[in-house]
């Protein structure tokens, strides 16, 4: 009997193994208000006015999920293509578009101005134009950031 429930034991613990990796990332994210100093230390910037829910939305766009590429994973394969002498300038125009758009991405949707397919075909234009057209991605980041600041003025 004790070996039965030994058993049980270790096929309960090899379920739970399985299980906690497919913790949904909001899930996870949820417990990151709490954590924002921690937070700080990523690779982009952190709005300190955002609420929780929007911290959560915010977290979401930078880092992405289990289907979606998040900004941060777009930049770095954008820049990865960035011809050298022009990397600096890029990753510093992708960081501050990625702050801008992320920074209304998290809205409410009622009030949001950036919708789901604005950032596909961003971030398909962007992917794009790195692989065929790496020098004219000042030109593309520009040209976004230009439709954003319509969107938002």
Not at 14 to 39: C, F, K
Not at 47 to 63: D, R, S
Not at 77 to 96: S, W
């Amino acid at each position: 009997m004790p070996y039965a429930r030994y058993l049980s034991a270790l096929v309960l613990m090899g379920l739970v193994t399985v299980y906690a990796p497919l913790q949904s990332v909001a899930d996870q994210i949820d417990q990151r208000p709490t954590e924002q100093h921690e937070m700080q230390e990523k690779s982009y910037s952190i709005p300190p006015e955002l609420t929780p829910e929007e911290l959560k939305w915010y977290v979401k766009f930078q880092e992405g999920g289990l289907l979606v590429d998040g900004w941060q994973d777009i930049a770095a394969g954008i820049i990865e293509k960035t011809p050298v002498t022009e990397k600096a300038a890029q990753e510093e125009l992708l960081q501050a578009l990625g702050y801008k758009i992320g920074l209304e991405w998290c809205k409410d949707n009622e009030i949001r101005k950036v919708d789901t397919s604005m950032l596909k075909e961003w971030g398909n234009k962007l992917k794009d134009t790195a692989k065929k057209n790496p020098e004219n991605l000042d030109v593309v980041l520009l040209d976004i950031n230009s439709e954003l600041d319509s969107l938002l003025n």
